[in-house]
């Protein structure tokens, strides 16, 4: 049915035609729409608003730098023992009564970490003014044989000169060269065979020789006979030997030294009795036992 016989003409919508089509894309008012622009004044308020703000900002830093409520007054230290609690205690002194805001952390930490002694160390200002220092401690591994023997850690790091007690307390390493050449190789080496022992089987070491090739020498204190060891088998090596040297000794007489570096094999060097009557460390022939 034709839509037009069942509306009147006066209300029908009208076709929109090209002058309504251009007018729906201009405003209301028939002009462009205003920007809104900002005033001079607005903009100096805002300048002054941003300058105020950080002034006040510098007064108050510049408060606090002043203020004593915020100056280093209290020092923990924790970890460390008689031997560097003077040393950090003298490095910290000079930092009392410094604003936090400007104590150098980063600074102290590496002032700490330069002792000797110090294997790591962390610094933590605690507000108002309190810094807590948190440190730990390197362990003495053994002392080197040199004219100046050193008592040194497990990473080779000379700690301080090695004092009578400390070398009879801690093994002797040895090397030919005198640890001219490949020091951290041998220390490694040293750390190495120590690792797999018994607390009571390292104060029985005497003596480590960390620089024969291919193999490792050592000797306990309680019995003076060098023992030769492939340097993967320390420990078991030892072992072997504390249950076979008391029958050795009784049938071949005091040893000198046993070799263990060969596979299923022992070989043993009695002292010469005449040589061992004059002092002497001599050996005979050396005997292989299974």
């Known amino acids: 049915m ?3 016989r069942l509306f009147p003409a006066e209300l029908r919508t009208p076709e929109p035609g090209p002058s309504m089509l251009f007018q729906r894309g201009r405003s209301a008012g028939g002009g462009r729409p205003r920007r809104t622009h900002l005033r001079f004044r607005q903009m100096l308020l805002i300048l002054t608003l941003i300058g105020a703000f950080f002034l006040g900002l510098q007064q108050l830093s ?14 923990t230290i924790i970890g460390a023992t008689d031997r560097t609690m003077a040393e950090i205690r003298g490095i910290m002194d000079s930092w009392q009564g410094t604003n936090l805001f400007v ?20 610094v933590a200002k605690r507000w108002p003014s309190r810094v807590e220092v948190v440190v730990r401690e390197r362990t003495a591994m053994a002392v080197l044989d040199e004219a100046a023997p050193d008592l040194v850690d497990e990473e080779g790091v000379r700690l301080e000169a090695a004092d009578p007690a400390q070398a009879s307390e801690f093994p002797l390493l040895r090397s030919e060269d005198g640890f001219e ?19 009571e089987t390292r104060k029985n070491l005497a003596v480590v020789d960390v620089g024969l090739p291919g193999r490792v020498g050592l000797r306990l204190k309680d019995r003076p006979v060098w023992v030769y060891l492939d340097p993967d088998e320390v420990p078991a ?54």
């Open 181 to 199: 050449s490949d020091y951290s190789q041998k220390i490694g080496l040293a750390r190495k065979c120590l690792a797999g022992l018994s607390d």
């Open 2 to 4: 034709n839509a037009r």
């Open 62 to 75: 510049l408060t606090a730098l002043g203020s004593s409520a915020l100056s280093l007054k209290t020092v």
């Open 237 to 290: 090596g030892l072992a072997y030997f504390e249950n076979k040297v008391a029958a050795w000794q009784e049938r071949f007489g005091l040893l000198e030294y046993v070799d263990l570096t060969v596979p299923d094999r022992a070989y043993l060097g009695p002292v010469n009795s005449a040589a061992r009557a004059a002092g002497q460390a001599r050996t005979v022939s050396p005997k292989e036992v299974w």
């Open 103 to 122: 104590l150098d952390a980063a600074g102290i930490r590496a002032a700490i970490e330069s002792l000797s002694w110090i294997k790591e160390a962390r």
